[in-house]
């Protein structure tokens, strides 16, 4: 039999969420937090210490944030913390990047999942037609009709403004179309999924020939083209996503425009406390809660993809007086934050600027 490499799309936008780690701060909504976000933002942002920046999101060269070190018995890892979405005209000033990837034994790059299916006699191209399907609600309902009307009232007056006539998405499971929604809103505000870091990152580690290492699970999902038929005729719980994401697209667009300007011009500080509303949860939930997920192994993939993670960052830092690595700042700040294992563990994490 023969194993073919597919395209995540092939498990469709579940995985993705699954796989990737969410973009989660230290704090969400749903922290004990007074007011509206716009309350808290403004709350902050009043702060003395708190430096104000524009809700414009920025653009030309920007410094990015600071290194947070990771060190034991002399040997350091430098970590770079990424964000998603950037400000989609910076440009990015990597000299210290550079500067520590070229000093290093290995770069770790942010860790994935590797998606393969076995038994599917022309692979994922035959297999990419029901995936695009799966993204679809059963029977071809509308999302008209599995929506309640306050939520579809919400989601006809958001998807005018940011997506327009397209009425192709209104077939679209409520986690796909909300998807869809949250990406057009983001271009719209000159915000990016663009990945700059990983890019410059990998660039540096080639010019210094440096190795570079993904840390990732591998997942191998048996009869794919069954296990497609199965989640597309499968009722999603994503009607929180839903809501969430749609917060996010009215609520929240001005403060992560703030974040990712937080990101581009080095304030970790503000970056940390910024409160916003996470959908990233609920929407992963939606799918790996589901019974399919739960049949192939897919329920505990963030517990996997950490541990992966941190295995391969004791590697480095056991086998290479200097490393460095990448991870999304929701791993390095906040409850789950790889870094704050590390340190349980007996490392010493200073933060940049420490």
Not at 25 to 34: E, G, Q
Not at 126 to 131: G, T
Not at 241 to 261: H, P
Request: net charge neutral; with cysteine.
């Amino acid at each position: 039999m023969r194993k073919t490499n597919v395209l995540i799309h092939v498990v469709p936008l579940a995985l993705l969420l699954a796989a990737l780690p969410p973009l989660a701060a230290a704090r969400t909504m749903s922290d004990p937090v007074d007011g509206s976000p716009a309350d808290a933002v403004d709350s902050l942002l009043a702060d003395a210490d708190v430096p104000v920046l524009e809700t414009l999101v920025v653009s030309g060269v920007q410094p990015g944030p600071g290194l947070w070190k990771v060190s034991r018995d002399g040997r350091v890892m430098w970590v770079l913390g990424t964000l998603a979405p950037l400000p989609k005209r910076m440009q990015w000033s990597s000299d210290e990047v550079r500067q520590r990837i070229a000093g290093s034994g290995v770069v770790l790059l942010s860790p994935t999942a590797n998606i393969t299916v076995k038994g599917g006699v022309f692979g994922g191209l035959v297999l990419l037609p029901s995936a695009l399907r799966a993204r679809n609600n059963p029977d071809r309902q509308q999302l008209q009709d599995v929506l309640p009307a306050p939520d579809y009232a919400r989601w006809q007056t958001l998807k005018a403004r940011y997506i327009g006539r397209d009425r192709g998405v209104e077939k679209r499971r409520p986690i796909a179309a909300a998807m869809t929604l949250r990406d057009e809103a983001f271009d719209h505000h000159d915000l990016t999924w663009r990945d700059v870091v990983g890019r410059e990152v990998t660039r540096a580690a080639r010019r210094s020939k440096v190795p570079v290492r993904q840390p990732s699970v591998s997942l191998q999902i048996d009869k794919a083209r069954a296990a497609l038929k199965e989640f597309g005729r499968s009722e999603l719980e994503d009607l929180e996503c839903f809501r969430l994401t749609l917060d996010q697209v009215e609520r929240d667009l001005d403060t992560l425009a703030t974040r990712a300007n937080a990101w581009a011009m080095g304030e970790v500080a503000m970056l940390r406390d910024l409160p916003y509303t996470d959908n990233s949860q609920a929407c992963r939930d939606a799918v790996l809660q589901t019974g399919l997920a739960q049949s192939r192994g897919l329920s505990d993939l963030g517990t996997r993809v950490e541990a992966t993670w941190l295995a391969a960052a004791r590697a480095a830092l056991e086998e290479h007086p200097e490393s460095f690595a990448v991870l999304p700042m929701s791993r390095i700040v906040g409850e789950r934050s790889y870094l704050q294992v590390l340190e349980r563990e007996g490392y010493t994490v200073e933060a940049p600027g420490e």
